[in-house]
């Protein structure tokens, strides 16, 4: 039940829950979960014991990714991405000391050709199995492969392919004239990469697929020439057309609306099949599949709606899907008084479901690309739902790629930032220093490229060739010049830059980057600030400040604390909650800019907005969040973007921030320290009745009911404080509740047990 | 019978061709190539013009060596290298504008999933045709292929693929909200590279393969418990077992000696069967092919025998193999009236011919792999030899591979300088300005690397992971501190980065490494001339000389002409003659202590040199020229290398400098302007009675054929002084003889007749 899937979804989201009294309702799911959550644990940990299949870190994901992002295509042409597309190392060297008491038999799986050196001695061919000597020992296995990663799988009693194991991409071991081995302490090795999906021989990860499930259609309809197929939801996966019989074409066009399924000359997607006589061919030369006369399409494909038309030569019987997914748990959960709260929370848990997938993609209909702005985003949603480690990591490796860097992430300067900042974003939540360390020399070379485009003041302006993005504005944004918003970005990740730097256990680097911060941050106030607006202006060009106020810098300067609270208030008057600012359409920058006012302790305004935001999507039928949204149009304009009549998504990553808003803000759960070895719980209700709900943990959970007279609080690991407000004297079931200034108390949460605490 | 397979040195090594008038046999042979030579002329175009495969510059070369490079194999296992191995781009898009009077059809073939676009918009599918519209237009293929790399090839009436196409990596093309595409002036196009071997759409690059011809044992013998096979020389290719039956295992053991192909336990590479009922399995799990009873081994080797036992059940009526060689025409010539230095040029021509393969490589039998500093002596013989300029612009894109740099070239610091000197060469030799300017981006970034690795003293010291090589010497050789040696290879290297940022025309860059040359050549004398000693020290440690005097930094400052004469004179003196300075023992280093003696007039006794030193191998037995001989050691000694019985390799490229030295001392013939628009003719008899032979230009062909009294010269395309010492004034066929200091006249040759020279 907790399996993410989507006769789950089409559960919640097709039934009228009010009739289950909400609480219990979750209790019960809980423990459901917490069944799962101990058969599922050895798939959840940061560092896995067991065997795994090895390989090069981030080279596995750096092919997958490629796999992932090569699936779009536009109306019905191939359509990769516009930056370098990296590869893995094609030849790398496995390693491992090992002492063994007794002579031990290993089973050796290989993705590639491979050979095997035991103490410097190479073997002979390929064995699938060698026996190891008792004692010390070297073990090298050295794998070729250029298709797919190398990757090996070895099997014995004690040795075991695992992150012990060392890889690299150049051994540098050679052999001099008289037979002497050269001098490898210079080799650069790096710690074997693992997963826990791959712990079997028989699961190689070339082989990995995401599951499918069949799904049935809700609606079929005759329309002009042919028939509109309603799946009911926003879905994903491939369409199988049953019985298929005859001579001739089929055309199918799909669509996340049925305006787009129906305008065959102009939507997104589309698949045409060729029947004769012996065989079915998809004319543009996917691979597909069929059995009996069931044919299923070879690409995956984002719709609600598949429109069919055909010739007359052919017949199909029935439409049916097979739904794609990536199985996660839903660890966080949040239930409310409000169900418009609860719907949105739901919307947007299935709008990170079907964008969740081998990587945290943007969208899941056009782009269906690893974008770094967007995916930081969803790392930050996924703390609060599934705590996918793994994919985040994953998503991080793809989204840097190899050395030499020859552009912004993504050719966009903004999300080069975003990318260094979801690094320490990624550290906070789950503690895996590890992970720092070995994305660490990639972090370097990323900045080095940044700062070998800095101006003579040590800001960032856009070179031709790179993308300064900033948002999807409504109106018109300059993007000369100085921009307040990437300096602040550029700031932040500096100061990320030194954190992992100490992380790393480099303390050049972090004396440098500290200074590089610390310069930097200095001259943001006297290039940007303007008295008179009271705000950071938008830009600075030829060492002008730009008359232009936008809200970008000014929420990033609040949340980040660079400002003075007096000029955080100021700037909430003077910008955020001032309506003759250019507003913001996509819930892409709605996500800081209610971050922002949460921030402040804005909640209600906010809790206000949401309804109006993404209630506002859901009241326009949305079945999952889009990628932009303006409250103001009505109907089908919200369908164009990008010059094209369905340029939109309408199952967009970015859109589903209500569930961090709610998880962080609301619940009011984050990690202090890394790993929330130590947490804060500042609940705000925000104008509702009452909320509970669930916030995962990298080993546990932290768990909240709260109403207008209890708070309620369950941690199973770390301990921190429960910060609220009330007005007379707080009572708690355990614990010593301390008063701080004004109506504000606090107590400490410790152990596995369940505090209850009754204030006014 | 230019086509310089094996027949045609059967023939030319085993008969006796005393008797035929070497003069008239030289013209014949001369009037059969350049009928030969107008056949093939389009095929030794610098840059051809009809339609070709094209690909990124350099990427099918790290593809294609990977693949050459990786079937190395030692005794049955997976021999790769230890530095890192580079992949292709796997994402390209090809470009091309056009202007079409009418509208055309074109033919499009792709290795790769790809997309068309045409005035930015995408095309449905992956069309094989496709019609252009009349008029101005954008034509935009992108490919992606991860296995083998992207190439594409089109034909149509007027539109083709060759080197006009562009190609780029990362074409930063994005479509902004609007519809609006981004600015990609920034985006970095290069030329298509094309090649002469795939002029048709179903030569498709990743499917070729070096041509094979059947070839016959010249005697099978019984020897222990098995068969010893001799194909009567050195050779390459596939064992062929004919007529193979039953069941059990058959043991291959492949010498390039009988003593090494006889020791099954130490003999360097071998293969294994294994026949049951149904079916014959490589035990090393080769790909093997199999034709009636007829099994051909999947992978090449080196052999002149093969020794083979097998199990009782088994048998086989005969064995033979394919010759697999690389279709090279022999351009250059060299005879004369001495039969063993006819007989040197031979094997000399016939160890180039082995190892010329897909790229050159060192030797066949054991590395098989591209090296720096064996490929620029392969290169310079080739200039005398095949003139293939293609396989030396593919051996440097190999060598080079791909940024970031991480290592030195084969991870060999003198490698790295080999590698910078050998692109210079090659633009003297052809005039191709192009390649410069193509591969002139990675000489930027291999410059880096060594110049961020460089000490206080602006100089270059081995850092752990750094191999100096210098040679295999006999003694020790010091390789800590600042070696001379590289020092002075360094300072060329800047030199070659001046002159070729110029070609490139990068006036900054010129003039920084101008400066970088000259600061480093003034220091080269303060720092190892050693008055004393009247030579440079092999190297300076803490700054200070150390005692050792070796050969090799004397010999390149000679003839890099960094000493004054008289200080060259001294060193002529106190090291290159001077028998107490260890001696050089591999043909490696000879070809380079040689060619300074020659560049100072000793060539009589370079003679009596060559005679002892190359004819020593070949009274040794030799039917290719060695990794390493010493005039000293007699019988089976020089099989060992490396700590192994059968270490060395009896065919090394870098073995056959007899083709060098003959073509560009005694001939002496040499461009002097790129591509020989100029050229110098020194010829010099060294002891000879008679030579004669041709050095090939890049669109021609420089004859030459000199004797005590007469001097005949036929240059078919350039000009040049053809310089000669008489004693009494000399007479011409044609032109004006100038007389110079002392007995030296020269004659300009201009024209393509004959000019005969009388002198005495």
């Not at 943007?362 to 770094?372: A, F, L, N, Q, V």
């Not at 702005?373 to 793994?390: H, P, T, V």
């Amino acid at each position: 039940m907790t399996r993410y899937k989507n006769k789950y979804f089409t559960s919640i989201i097709s039934k009228n829950r009010l009739e289950l009294n909400s609480y219990s309702r979750l209790n019960y799911l809980n423990k459901m979960k917490r069944t799962l959550f101990l058969l599922t644990f050895t798939a959840m940990t940061l560092f896995s014991s067991a065997q795994s299949w090895i390989w090069y870190p981030g080279d596995y994901e750096i092919w997958l990714g490629n796999e992932m992002n090569n699936r779009r295509t536009e109306r019905g042409a191939f359509f990769p991405h516009f930056w370098k597309m990296d590869s893995h190392y094609v030849l790398v060297e496995f390693s491992k000391k090992i002492d063994l008491a007794a002579a031990e038999e290993i089973e050796i799986s290989v993705e590639g050709k491979f050979n095997i050196k035991l103490d410097g001695k190479l073997q002979f061919g390929m064995p699938t199995k060698f026996t190891l000597p008792a004692g010390k020992h070297s073990l090298n296995i050295k794998v070729w492969n250029q298709a797919t990663p190398p990757t090996i799988f070895v099997k014995g009693k004690t040795v075991n392919t695992d992150a012990s194991w060392k890889v690299t991409y150049e051994d540098k071991e050679w052999i001099d004239e008289s037979g002497k081995a050269s001098d490898t302490s210079a080799t650069i090795y790096m710690d074997a990469a693992t997963s826990d999906s791959f712990k079997s021989a028989d699961t190689s990860p070339s082989k990995y697929k995401l599951p499918t499930e069949p799904m049935a259609a809700v609606k079929r309809e005759k329309k002009n020439d042919g028939e509109l197929i309603d799946f009911g939801k926003e879905t994903f996966g491939f369409i199988k057309l049953q019985g298929l019989k005859g001579t001739g074409k089929v055309h199918m066009y799909y669509g996340e609306s049925p305006e787009e399924a129906l305008d065959t000359k102009f939507c997104e997607t589309l698949d045409r099949l060729s029947l004769d006589a012996s065989s079915v061919t998809d004319e543009a030369r996917n691979v597909t599949s069929k059995s009996e006369d069931n044919y299923t399409l070879g690409n995956n494909k984002a719709f609600r709606y598949v429109y069919i038309t055909k010739d007359a030569g052919v017949s199909y019987a029935d439409v049916s899907m097979l739904y794609e997914y990536k199985p996660e748990v839903q660890k966080g959960s949040f239930r409310c008084n409000d169900e418009e709260v609860n719907r949105m929370w739901e919307v947007g848990a299935y709008t990170m479901q079907l964008t969740t997938r081998e990587f945290f993609i943007d969208g899941i209909k056009r782009d269906r690309w690893t974008w770094s702005g967007d995916a930081i985003q969803s790392y930050l949603m996924n703390y609060y739902l599934f705590f996918d480690a793994e994919t985040v990591k994953k998503t991080i490796w793809l989204l840097r790629g190899k050395d030499p860097v020859t552009s912004h992430t993504n050719t966009i300067m903004d999300y080069t930032f975003y990318w260094f900042l979801s690094i320490y974003d990624y550290y906070k939540f789950t503690g895996d220093t590890h992970f720092i360390q070995q994305v660490y020399p990639r972090m370097q070379s990323m900045m080095d490229y940044v700062l070998g485009r800095t101006n003579k003041n040590g800001m960032v302006e856009g070179q031709t060739g790179d993308w300064v993005f900033v948002d999807w504005a409504d109106g018109y944004m300059d993007k000369h010049g100085e921009l307040s918003y990437e300096q602040v970005l550029f700031c932040k990740s500096l100061e990320t830059m030194a954190l992992c730097a100490d992380l790393a256990k480099n303390s050049a680097d972090k004396a440098k980057y500290d200074d590089l911060a610390t310069a930097l941050r200095s001259k943001l106030e006297p290039a940007f600030w303007n008295e008179t607006k009271k705000a950071l202006v938008h830009n600075r060009f030829d060492g002008k400040q730009q008359e232009q106020i936008t809200r970008y810098s000014n929420m990033f300067a609040v949340f980040f604390n660079y400002l003075s609270p007096e000029k955080q208030q100021l700037i909430k008057k003077s910008v955020l909650m001032n309506d003759s600012v250019m507003k913001i359409s996509t819930p892409y920058m709605r996500f800081y800019e209610l971050e922002a006012l949460c921030a402040m302790g804005e909640q209600k305004a906010v809790m206000k907005e949401m309804k109006d935001y993404w209630g506002g999507m859901i009241r326009e039928g949305a079945t999952s969040f889009w990628e932009k949204y303006n409250t103001i149009d009505k109907g089908t304009q919200h369908l164009a973007m990008y010059g094209r009549p369905y340029g939109k998504s309408l199952c967009h990553a970015w859109g589903a921030s209500p569930i961090y808003l709610l998880g962080k803000y609301y619940l009011g759960i984050q990690p202090v320290k890394a790993g929330y070895s130590e947490f804060a719980i500042a609940p705000n209700l925000g104008g509702m009745k009452w909320m509970e709900g669930t916030v995962p943990t990298p080993k546990g959970e932290i768990k909240l009911y709260m109403n207008e007279k209890n708070i309620k609080v369950t941690a199973t690991e770390g301990k921190g404080y429960l910060t609220f407000v009330s007005k007379s004297k707080p009572k708690a079931s355990k614990g010593l509740v301390e008063k701080l200034e004004g109506n504000k108390y606090r107590l400490l949460i410790e152990g596995k047990e369940e505090v209850v605490v009754s204030y006014k």
